[in-house]
């Protein structure tokens, strides 16, 4: 007669530590690189080299911006949550009740991130390009142009060599310092981003500086914006847009979020000790009541 055992058999053995394992981390909410999430954005790799994951998809038009048709046809409007929630906020601050100030917002990033003809970063959802705001001779607010203008160290619209605007209104059009840098102060002191970069012209960042110390703005704004507001080396002087680049969170480092490029002092103890980070995405998703965990 054969023995009786409570033993499961060799087979069904085997393959116990890992079925006890995959509902140990379902309960848990344990999770490794890539696998699990809360559902919310997830930025992966380098601006130039990643990717995004259940990224935010900023609307076509909201209150105080929109996106222009040349952009809405690309469909980049894809980003990580605090970025893409961040632009909507400064763009409704500037705004005020001023209902014909729009900031124009072209490229995010495509839906899954990654490489495309138009841009060699814009990968991870951390990168926007935001159309200046504009006025015209007279000092009245203008909607935003179909296309880039670019505009010297005084504010005024150029053409350059063998380009001609679409947009009939261009040469009236001039940089709108004030609300231009109101945009720049929105986002500086956003509590839920970190600014790496603000690429923009050396001659439209002394403008915009100038204007900051002649208003009163907080010192420390001022300072900040001197860090972060700069014309890239590597690349056109963005004098018809500005570029905005933001930290991966600490969330999306742990999944592979990856910062290239200088670190900020200010920024150096949250890298070096885990120390506080103003965005906590955990603290975010209970007090919006939603859930913290799904598959990824």
């Not at 990033?109 to 990968?123: C, F, N, T, V, Y």
């Not at 690429?199 to 204007?211: D, H, I, N, P």
């Not at 972060?228 to 742990?254: E, K, S, W």
Request: charged letters at 25%; proline letters at 7%.
């Amino acid at each position: 007669m054969p023995r009786h055992s409570n033993q499961p058999p060799r087979r069904l053995s085997g393959l116990l530590p890992g079925l006890c394992l995959a509902w140990g981390l379902s309960v848990s909410g344990c999770a490794g690189p890539n696998l699990w999430t809360d559902g919310t954005s997830v930025s992966t790799g380098k601006t130039n080299r990643g990717r995004t994951r259940h990224p935010a998809k900023l609307p076509y038009k909201g209150r105080g911006f929109v996106v222009p048709k040349r952009w809405k046809d690309r469909g980049f409007q894809y980003g990580v949550d605090e970025l893409v929630a961040a632009i909507q906020r400064a763009a409704a601050r500037v705004r005020g009740r001023a209902a014909r100030i729009k900031l124009g917002v072209a490229d995010i990033s495509p839906k899954r991130g990654g490489k495309s003809q138009w841009h060699a970063s814009h990968q991870s959802g951390r990168d926007v390009d935001l159309i200046f705001y504009t006025v015209d001779e007279k000092g009245r607010p203008l909607g935003p142009p179909e296309e880039m203008i670019h505009f010297d160290d005084e504010g005024k619209p150029y053409e350059k060599p063998r380009q001609t605007y679409d947009d009939a209104s261009w040469s009236s059009r001039r940089f709108d310092t004030a609300h231009n840098w109101k945009l720049i102060e929105s986002l500086l002191t956003d509590p839920t981003i970190r600014l790496q970069w603000v690429f923009v012209s050396e001659g439209l960042k002394q403008r915009l500086l100038a204007y900051a110390v002649r208003e009163k703005r907080p010192a420390w704004v001022i300072a900040y914006a001197k860090v972060v507001l700069r014309q890239p080396r590597d690349a056109p002087p963005h004098d018809d847009h500005f570029h905005i680049r933001i930290y991966c969170n600490r969330g999306d480092r742990f999944y592979g979020c990856v910062d290239r490029g200088v670190v900020w002092h200010h920024e150096k103890k949250s890298f070096r000790y885990e120390g506080l980070e103003r965005y906590d995405p955990v603290m975010w998703r209970l007090m919006t009541g939603l859930p913290l965990l799904t598959a990824g």
